[in-house]
């Protein structure tokens, strides 16, 4: 599953995203952007906006499923004893 992002804490609110595509797009209260839509994410104006992004902070992602669960494991060799 593919997930849209934005880096908002870097965004500089230049508007230039939500000006090319506020189907995905909208300022929050801090004049910062932010995802508004999942949809329709092959859109033109998505990858305008991706690429519109002065300081490149949009970006579609592979979302794996398994990284959300928690599988790692750590494997603790100190504990090992020599019986
Ligand atoms: S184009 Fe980039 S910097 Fe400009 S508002 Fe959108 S996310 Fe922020």
Redesign the pocket.
Known sequence: MKKLK?LTEN????????GIDPEH?DFNDDG??HVISEENLESEALQN?IE????S??SIEEENEEETSEEVKTTDDSNEKAA
């Open positions: 934005v965004c500089i609110g230049c508007g230039a995203c939500v797009f910062l952007s906006a519109s992004c002065p300081v902070i949009i």
